[in-house]
């Protein structure tokens, strides 16, 4: 039986890896203590919020999303195209978090006033990134499937 030490070693790889996470974590704690002086209880609220939002509401959504689509790709002999859905999505997803208040114009007067750069246009560069992954994804998988076809032998009849 190994050592909790030596499991935590063997997990992180390395105790260089340990250190540098070590040092991460201190330097973003010491941002935000910086960054968010006098509004700890706001940021907490915030972070208690999204945490239960996401795991009482966005998990299982896209879980039942997920399953969906492995069971209907599944149901059509390309279970492994479901990666090439995941990651175009994920992405999409992402940057829909990330940029939410300017896609749905709900701030477009505030950064336009701001930055001095229109705030409409956000929703439709959304869209057409979205686009540009799920495309480029479907690229690659029929790319592939074609490869494997071609390295495939042929059936003898």
């Known amino acids: 039986m190994t050592s909790r030490p030596a499991r935590l070693r063997e997990a992180a790889g390395s105790p260089l890896v340990l250190v540098l996470l070590a040092a991460s974590f201190a330097l973003a704690g010491y941002a ?3 960054l968010l002086e006098g509004r700890s209880l706001l940021i907490a609220v915030w972070f208690v919020g999204a945490a239960l939002v996401h795991d009482l509401v ?3 959504l896209y879980t039942v999303a997920d399953r969906a689509l492995t069971r209907a790709l ?3 002999g390309h279970r492994e195209a479901v990666l090439y859905v995941r990651v175009p999505a ?3 997803g992402l940057l829909l978090l990330v940029w939410f208040p300017l896609i749905s114009g709900r ?4 950064y336009e006033a701001a ?3 229109p705030g409409d246009g956000f929703a439709a560069r959304w869209l057409l990134i979205t686009a540009v992954l799920f495309a480029g994804s479907a690229l690659v998988f029929v ?3 074609r490869r494997a076809a071609k390295d495939r032998p ?3 009849h």
């Open 90 to 92: 994920a992405f999409s």
């Open 154 to 156: 042929p059936a003898d």
């Open 115 to 117: 930055t001095g750069l």
């Open 107 to 110: 701030v477009a007067d505030r």
């Open 74 to 76: 599944g149901a059509l």
């Open 58 to 60: 966005l998990l299982p």
């Open 143 to 145: 790319v592939r499937l």
């Open 32 to 34: 935000g203590v910086r």
